[in-house]
């Protein structure tokens, strides 16, 4: 079995949210799968608008968290979640072909921000974005 990739930071950076991959949408791109996420967690058409023109990742991270939800979000986003991260990886050969080259490794979402949902932080959590890829991972082989 290989060493875990415990970080998605350095080498390893392509494997998160942030990393410049557009993906669609319903019908509209969006620079990263962290600016489509955050549009998916609305209906309202003009906040969706307003996050795919946001400058980084970060910022629509940011600006996601004043959106009014969308009912039934809390059981839609872990396939919202997939459903980018199979297109972020299947439409970009540079990342499908990184992605492959994590063999077997276990994918961790480490992180020091406390996300315990979809990463690891202080080796707590249910890191869920590295399930989500590793899923990704063994359907793309």
């Known amino acids: 079995m290989q060493t875990p ?3 998605f930071s350095g080498k390893h950076r392509f494997l998160s949210n942030f990393w410049p991959a557009p993906v669609e949408l319903d019908g509209k791109w969006y620079p990263t799968v962290e600016h489509a996420y955050v549009a998916a967690k609305t209906i309202d058409l003009q906040d969706r608008e307003n996050i795919r023109h946001i400058y980084s990742p970060g910022q629509a991270k940011r600006y996601g968290k004043n959106l009014v939800l969308r009912e039934g979000w809390n059981d839609l986003r872990l396939g919202a979640m997939e459903d980018l991260c199979t297109k972020k990886f299947t439409l970009l050969e540079e ?3 990184s992605l492959l080259m994590t063999g077997t490794a276990e994918l961790v979402e480490g992180n020091n921000w406390g996300d315990t949902f979809w990463g690891m932080s202080n080796g707590v ?10 899923r990704v991972r063994n359907s793309l082989c």
């Open 5 to 7: 990739i415990t970080s």
């Open 95 to 97: 990342c499908r072909v």
């Open 125 to 134: 959590g249910c890191n869920h974005l590295g399930v989500i890829l590793m």
